[in-house]
């Protein structure tokens, strides 16, 4: 009897409205079955930010073919459920599909907006739920003129990592026998996915009705038709590197961030940067006990930007390492780790880090598969206490399940770990650019002259070249050795300002007594440079040459970051660095006139690659973590 009853209520809900409420007087019903109680904003009045990307996985639609999530997504605005066919409870799973059926009749009537959406119901039961049953769940909704797929998957292990991604905590219902009884526990959430594949709204049952969803997809279409609008030129400006801060001291200073939903990505193929280097790069040296593979760098790639690799789930490698700021940090002199700590240096970009034979700045690491635990256990950075505590947290993540074991035929260990990463970060080559077009491809209009006047500068007044080497057929710009410029010694040696001017907005500047400072900030730490590996009193001071590719995009410089922009440093170098004892011999007075120092911008301005935009289109759809 109790069968029955559950199948006629459910008939009642997608039949007529005033029926079920007849039939279930005593139960309070959902707002979604009710006329909305209140006056709907206009269309566009109002925004719908970004809450995080949409999660992918692996998914099965009712004719058994087999679709990854992020496939029904991006070509349409998308409306995702959870249900589960045999759901008893009128206000969870059957109030998603009575909304969603009302969009159904809503569509039918305006064919246009019908042709912008799509609506997905993804079943958390596969074991009842198969391609069939879906199948003939849907029958009775589905036509040929709206696209509402209903979607299952191959078994529970492969829905628990897109259960995690939507954080849909699901519990089965056993009874005193300890037998699954069908049932579910669960929160009701319907998600309004964008065609960029950001979720722009979380729907629960207060909240969930065929009225306000229709008018938010409806804003999501005007925002992004003025969006479009609004772009002009080539398309790729959209994925142009963020804001630099370049002239933030002016008070007519403005913003060139690029917002969320300008943010387009798509997957590019990594292992080509690998294994066919771009123009101006050589061969890519890779180690006999970690060959390269797609299933490496994709697994690298989601460590990577994985939050929750660090002690409290915020920090990822990229958090400091920003891809659509180089790589680097643009904001910031020196890092910020976990819980706002502060680092003493800062992030060296790691585009073409696959060429690096020293790493960090003082070079105390020599392969990439063994300098991933120095951020990771850092207590200033990633925070963990030890490597089995990160290998362990891996371990316990659904999303993570058998990536190891396909990847190295092994579970997650201090030694994949590193590898992993590592085939990630050496995907990272960048080159190609206009300087190697005219170079090395011989173009000669690729570059203009002040490109090529501040080439031979380089090479000659400069003395550039000396430690940014360029070889025959190729251009890595650094010698992997380390050198004493003087910025170290400087920044040891001076003595502390009784007042310091601190920036609080752009062009507006205020004095702060050092003590104040002094009261709320930690001691800072000294930095010898390779003297603290070496212990040779010879290494004071002395940091990594690193390379100019894309230097244009990875400011500020230094170690320690204390030079904002490309015209500060070569105004440091051409006045020879700082003196001091041990200052290295090839630091000396350029004598360099104003003409050269712009030709020299010129030519360093001319080392971005060609395949940035790639690579950050990249990065933008890697998952973060939550």
Not at 190 to 200: A, T
Request: glycine residues 6%; negative net charge; hydrophobic residues 35%.
């Amino acid at each position: 009897m109790m069968k029955i009853l559950i199948t006629t209520i459910f008939i009642g809900l997608l039949s007529s409205q005033n029926l079920l409420a007849d039939t279930i007087d005593s139960q309070r019903l959902a707002p979604g079955y009710r006329p909305l109680a209140f006056k709907i904003p206009q269309t566009g009045s109002y925004n719908l930010p970004v809450i995080d990307m949409a999660g992918d996985g692996e998914v099965l639609t009712t004719n058994h073919q087999v679709r990854h999530l992020h496939e029904l997504m991006g070509d349409k605005i998308t409306l995702l459920s959870f249900i589960y066919s045999t759901c008893s409870d009128v206000n969870g799973c059957p109030l998603a599909t009575q909304v969603f059926h009302k969009i159904n009749r809503r569509l039918l009537k305006e064919p246009e907006l019908a042709g912008k959406l799509r609506l997905l119901t993804l079943s958390f039961n596969p074991q009842h739920d198969t391609p069939e049953a879906m199948s003939q769940y849907a029958a009775s909704f589905t036509n040929d003129k709206v696209d509402w797929q209903f979607l299952t998957t191959q078994s529970e292990q492969q829905l628990q990592p897109i259960l995690d991604e939507y954080r849909q905590a699901i519990q089965k219902i056993y009874d005193q026998q300890g037998q699954f009884t069908g049932t579910f526990s669960h929160i009701l959430r319907v998600y309004l996915i964008d065609k960029d594949k950001q979720i722009r709204n979380i729907y629960s049952v207060a909240f969930l009705h065929a009225d306000t969803l229709i008018n938010d997809v409806k804003t999501l279409l005007d925002e992004a038709s003025m969006h479009k609008s609004n772009v002009t030129g080539d398309s790729n400006t959209r994925l142009q590197t963020s804001d630099t801060r370049q002239n933030y001291s002016a008070k007519n200073y403005q913003t060139q961030s690029i917002a969320l939903t300008d943010r387009q990505g798509q997957q590019a193929d990594l292992l080509k940067n690998i294994n066919n280097p771009p123009l101006g790069l050589p061969a890519v040296s890779i180690p006999a006990d970690n060959p390269v593979s797609a299933a490496k760098i994709a697994l690298g790639r989601k460590l990577f930007y994985d939050r929750r690799l660090s002690l409290n789930n915020t920090i990822s490698c990229a958090i400091c390492h920003i891809p659509e700021q180089g790589f680097s940090s643009n904001e910031m002199a020196t890092a910020v780790g976990i819980e706002g700590r502060s680092v003493r240096r800062n992030s060296p970009t790691i585009y073409n880090v696959a060429y690096a034979t020293l790493l960090f700045h003082d070079g105390r690491e020599n392969t990439l598969e063994q300098q991933v635990w120095g951020p990771l256990l850092a207590d200033n950075e990633m925070g963990n206490p030890s490597i089995g505590y990160v290998i362990d947290k891996i371990k316990a993540l659904s999303d993570y399940q058998g990536l190891f074991e396909q990847s190295f035929n092994t579970t997650a260990n201090m030694l994949t770990v590193g590898q992993a990463l590592a085939s990630y970060q050496r995907s990272l080559n960048s080159a190609d650019s206009p300087f190697d077009r005219w170079y090395f491809g011989k173009q000669a209009d690729a570059v203009n002259d002040s490109v090529k006047r501040g080439f031979a500068l380089f090479k000659g007044k400069g003395a550039c070249s000396g430690c940014h080497l360029i070889e025959k057929n190729f251009a890595l710009f650094t010698d992997n050795q380390t050198h004493n410029t003087g910025i170290g010694y400087r920044e040891s040696m001076q003595k502390t300002p009784e007042k310091q001017k601190i920036q609080v907005a752009p062009g507006v500047f205020i004095e702060v007594d050092q003590q104040d400072i002094s009261a709320v900030a930690a001691v800072k730490a000294s930095d010898i440079g390779r003297y603290e590996i070496t212990l040779d009193p010879q290494d004071r001071w002395k940091y990594k040459t690193p390379g100019l590719r894309n230097i244009a995009l990875t400011a500020p410089y230094m170690h320690n970051g204390s030079l904002s922009t490309l015209s500060e440093v070569i105004q440091f170098y051409n006045q020879g660095g700082v003196s001091n004892e041990i200052l290295d011999p090839v630091i000396k007075p350029l004598h360099l006139s104003d003409t050269e120092k712009s030709d020299l911008l010129a030519f360093l301005q001319s080392l971005t690659g060609s395949n940035v935009e790639e690579l950050l289109a990249d990065a933008y759809v890697a998952p973060v973590g939550n």
